[in-house]
């Protein structure tokens, strides 16, 4: 194979994590531009398409926006670096991906229990959400 063949398959990774890291913070800020504002401060709870159909507040379109940057994020992990599935303490097979369902399932009912037991504000929800992802990344 010649240097040109060689340099032709080449792909260069940190152009394409800046391209999708810079596609990701257009929406983001186009979202917070997006924002509703009242009194100059950006009203959180305020419909972004008023009288739509949904309601679509700013935290909802959040948490939609992260949910989309995870699965780019797992995205470009598994074309760059390929992994076999790995055996945890679930005794099942896992991927990254199969771990990121797990973490996302089980994320939602904790914070579905903080609400019951203790209500808002669901800080402590997400920080306990964080220390159970790392978890599940790290032994399942």
């Known amino acids: 194979m010649t240097a040109t ?11 394409i994590t800046l391209t999708a890291a810079g596609v990701m ?11 509703p504002r009242k009194d100059g401060a950006i009203n959180w709870f305020a ?20 949910i989309a ?3 780019v994020t797992m995205t470009l992990l598994a074309i760059r670096f390929p992994e ?12 990254r991906g ?12 904790i914070h579905l229990i903080w609400l019951y037991f203790a209500g808002t504000p669901l800080w ?8 159970y992802a790392a978890a599940v990344f790290r032994w399942v």
Request: net charge positive; with cysteine.
């Open 5 to 15: 063949a060689t340099t032709a398959r080449r792909v260069n990774w940190t152009a």
């Open 25 to 35: 913070g257009a929406i983001l800020a186009g979202l917070l531009l997006a924002a």
């Open 47 to 66: 419909p972004l398409i008023p009288n739509g159909w949904m309601a679509w507040t700013l935290p909802v379109a959040l948490f939609f926006w992260v």
């Open 69 to 71: 940057s995870l699965l």
């Open 84 to 95: 076999t599935p790995r055996v945890g303490i679930l005794r099942i097979e896992t991927t």
């Open 98 to 109: 199969d771990r990121l369902f797990i973490s996302l399932l089980g994320s939602a009912f």
């Open 124 to 131: 402590g929800a997400t920080a306990l959400c964080l220390v």
